[in-house]
């Protein structure tokens, strides 16, 4: 038994099992959070409350841009 022939066939086993695989690096929960905290903002502020308004504003910001760069790298790979 030569090991070069075994090595090749755990290769290809491997590649087929890999490409059944769907390619998911994230799942979206980003954008799901972003909107979560899109929706506290405008509350916040019908409510006077321009601080939390705020903050949770950069935040929805911030998980939107988490969001497009994840979703980029995704595409790419």
Do not use: E, N
């Amino acid at each position: 038994m030569t090991p070069v022939p075994a090595a090749v066939g755990l290769l290809g086993q491997l590649a087929s099992t890999a490409a059944q695989l769907p390619l998911q690096l994230f799942s979206g929960d980003f954008l799901q959070y972003a909107i979560v905290f899109f929706v506290l903002a405008i509350v916040a502020a019908v409510f006077g409350a321009r601080g939390v308004a705020g903050v949770s504003m950069t935040i929805a910001k911030w998980f939107v841009i988490i969001f497009i760069v994840l979703a980029i790298v995704s595409l790419i790979l």
